[in-house]
């Protein structure tokens, strides 16, 4: 940061801001539904195609015309949802309903609960809306649709020094697998985007010089 600020001639607030900008994007990148095959966009259609295939482990809509009992989508996806990860267990369904044998439920009831499960992708990079509304960060719409209360960010500055600390706090990040190992990538990718320009900018400097 000290390295880049004198080749920018700024602040190191400022070369932080940018960093912390860089940070939030690259970490909403790369959070789940996201894979090395689907981010932005292509991240949400997964997310959405991961709901509908598991509601269709356990759940299937009731012949038109039947009249039931049907049961609760929401009750049956509760005993196979794993509460950690939000997935349907694989394990508990082997053990219960089967292909063929699912919760019958009526269809307009089942179409408005998958509507309603699927509005639920993006709560986990949510995490850091809070943090991108404050640098100025904009985040896709099924990002930030959830609002800034599941994180916080707190920017310090005592003279020189200053510190820009961001968290998540949906309350399953923790439980998130490998997700720790994400969000070290988009710091240290940071840390390496920095050096490279503060590299290239005192290179371009020397040659500015009339050194070789």
């Known amino acids: 940061m000290k390295r880049l600020a004198h080749e920018h001639k700024q602040t190191p607030k400022k070369v932080c801001e940018v960093a912390a900008k860089g940070f939030v994007r690259d970490v909403v990148k790369w959070t789940p539904p996201a894979s090395k095959g689907a981010t932005g966009s292509d991240a949400r ?3 959405e195609v991961s709901v509908s295939v598991d509601l269709a482990k356990i759940l299937t809509a009731a012949s038109p015309g039947s009249h039931g009992p049907f049961e609760s989508p929401a009750d049956v996806h509760a005993r196979f949802r794993n509460p950690r990860t ?4 694989r ?3 082997k053990g219960g309903y089967r292909k063929g ?3 019958q439920v009526d269809a307009a009831t089942l179409a ?3 509507k309603k499960i699927i509005a639920h992708v993006g709560l986990l990079a949510s995490g850091w809306n809070a943090a991108a509304e404050k640098l100025g960060v904009k985040l896709p719409a ?3 649709r959830h609002g800034t209360g599941h994180g916080s960010v707190q920017v310090k500055t005592d003279g020189f020094n200053i510190s820009i600390t961001v968290n998540n706090e949906v309350k399953f990040v923790g439980d998130v697998k490998d997700y720790d ?3 070290e ?3 240290k990718n940071q840390i390496r985007k920095m050096d490279r320009e503060a590299d290239f900018l005192m290179r371009k400097a020397i040659r500015a010089a009339g050194f070789p």
């Open 91 to 93: 394990s508990l369904v």
């Open 86 to 89: 939000g997935r349907v267990n």
């Open 142 to 144: 099924w990002v930030r």
């Open 101 to 103: 044998n699912k919760a």
């Open 45 to 47: 259609k997964q997310g």
């Open 185 to 187: 990538w988009a710091f």
């Open 112 to 114: 408005a609960y998958k």
């Open 181 to 183: 190992r994400r969000v």
